[in-house]
């Protein structure tokens, strides 16, 4: 596992050399997805809830940042904190009132709160720009260039898979597991759910506000759609596609996805009909992801086993 | 001194009254045992009894503070540890992490993010203390989905018995257990209970196992007491004999 | 506000909600009866237009006789689908039941693309309705009152359907309790088939007798799927008539919204999802779902 990590750590750092222009912002996508991925899985993979929310968090920092720099001319690194603060915060609002809802209530209610805010942005012409979006927002320095951008997503790419296998092999990511595998058992050893689910939500949200941040770094702009609850679908699809069970498995699968939207893009201009097929591929033939397509045993995984 | 006492306790759901003007005492150091017929009431009582749903009327007091509505994941800072019926552990995590997670959970210490769980050291001996206790040393690396459905329970009461509890809640033990998985059990309990002298509550359904090993049985039946006393007494007892026993498979 | 106008508004907002109620019923019906959130039924819905328009080329003189072919062919397709796909996922987890749907959406979405342009397409008011009615001195399409009769008989119908016939009291009971039909010797996999293909054309009719009021182009799916989440959700999940009085409450507050505060006149419709599903979250006329605590 070890020298696995090593090698793909090796190839994903000479890559920026290995590519031409247009390569290397395919692999900027992926890996803007990635951190998405990765991040919503954190939540997914622990507690087993699927949010149609987390485009808000995702669009809300990157929202944040761009307006911070359009309206206030704040330089570009520096509107991270408050892009993160304000994925948090649209985390809080969303977490603490949907959590306490199961199955398909949790999911309308988190989308219904994600529709709301595109709602604004999409309508509120005089201050997020409505329809028309924030554009031109291109960042000095190394953000502003391909290869310090891809060099800063894979550095946030690396925090937020740390962030994860910390918290994963941790009391609070035990706890997590154990409200998952049995609600009532943790229970009857003393854990109140709630708090928990409640804190997932939020460190699951505010990563992806990190992803919603290296998004308009990397496009220059924002829009409403990155609040439509599509984005939403867009990073489900990731992770189911990698594999929420492996450890990497979502961002593999947001690097499948982007790659394949390059390449299919390029032919025919009906990447929907594509990506549909490969879905219902999925679904009916290789539900476990890609990831698990190349494993030769499917083993139970016993945390210690994780790198 | 009696260590629970449960007070006229009732419960109704939409009308259907499940619990009627209840009330039981538990000696320290007893093994009381509920029995009755399916819909008797036993898992209700045991549920407002460990604050799983809230009583309508009554009180439940242990060793002296009112529990009557302290809810679950509370109860187990009284001194009381619980099992609940098919409740098993928790399948993706191994034994010994399953323990430990129970003592870290008992200290307040699960809210902590950045340490590896079994990096806690005192927890994690304590933890090995409790899964030797229960018999499962072997087993302690073993992941729980693998495990049988007799080693499962013992695990089971091993979270329970996190803890230190001076009285253990066990629902329906034996639910799910072959012939002789059984026997196994009950011999296990009544040594564990004996070596530790912890008290016992606990619901069952077999009623001969609940004969061999409790000290004082009551004997529910459509939400009311029928019958309450030692295992000589309720065998011979006529309108239990009448209800249910000798019905039992 | 003057009383014509007021009544101008409140027709508006009772044809939206005629709209409404056949886009959503379906759904409801679906998920009551077979626990699937068909993220594709807007695209149904649309593609019941796309077949009028293909069979009328916009021309509303063959409206009814058409109607009811472009309903026949949504009934096909939901069944086909509910055959080949839907069956599938039946017993797997929400997530994969909300890709498959999913990717049915993006696939429905290229098709109509490739096959009927992605260009807006509309109709001609159907015979008969080609007139403005006067009430009050305020014109307003006739149509409105033709939409509004069409959505409240088909609410009766179904009804009638579920309450007074063998077969729908088969339907009501799959909601409740599948193992027991099963066990009864019901044929519980073709009943399925034919909800799901039900519920499609309905929401088939929906996008066709809208047509004349609200063109159609591929975009319509991805908003109309989530109007229809809405109304089944404001309603309960699996509810007739919590269907039919969402849709007229979103249908009103969305045409008096558009008053007060025209550009976020949809934001009402999400915060009344929100509110509901925060305190009641089954729905003004559904069953109680389970709430963690």
Redesign the interface.
Known sequence: MRTKLALAALVLALLPWLLHDYGLQVAIQALVLGVFAMSFNLLFRNTGLLSFGHAACFGSAAYTTALLISRLRWNFAATLPLALTAAALVALVIGFFSVRLTKIYFTMLTLAFAQMLWALAHKWYGFTGGDNGITGLLPPGLLGNPKGLYYASLMALAVVCAVIHLVRRSPAGYTLRAVRDNPARAQAIGISAFQYMVAAFVLSGTLSGLAGFLQVAWQHSVFPDLLYWTTSAEVIIAVILGGSAQFFGPAIGAAVLVVLEAVVRSHTQYWPLALGMVLLAMVLFFPSGVVSLFQRRQRQEAPRATA | MPLLEVHRVSKSFEGFRALNDVSLTVEEGSLYALIGPNGAGKTTLFNLI?G?CTLDAGRVVFAGQDISHT???????HGIG???QR????????VL?NVT??V???GG?????????LS?GDAARRAEEIISWVGLNDLKGQ?A??LSQGDLKRV?IA??L??KPRLLLLDEPLAGLSRTERAQMVGFIRDLLRSLGTTLLFTEHDTDAVLQLAGRIMVLHRGSVLAEGTPDEIRSHPQVQEAFLGREA | MTLPFFFLEFMTGLASAASLFLLAVGLSLIFGALGIVNFAHGSFFALGAYFLFALTHGDASGFWHYLLLAVAASLVVGAVVERVFIRRVLNRAEHYQILLTYALLLIIEDVSKICFGADYKSIGMPKGFEMPVFVLGIPFPSYYLGLVGLAAATALLLWLFLHRTRYGTLVRAVTQDREMLEALGVNVPLLFTVIFAVGIGLAGFGGAVSLPLQSISTGVAVDAVISAFIVVVVGGLGSLWGTLLAAILIGEIQAFGALVLPEFSIVFAYVLMAAVLLFRPWGLLGRPPTVRT
């Open positions: 460990t799983r809810p679950t994941h509370r109860i187990i800072h619980v099992s609940f409740a098993i552990p928790f399948p993706s995590m191994t992490e997670l129970a870290l959970a008992l210490k699960t809210r902590d993010f950045a340490r590896p769980l806690y992941v989905a693998s089971d979270l329970a996190a803890s």
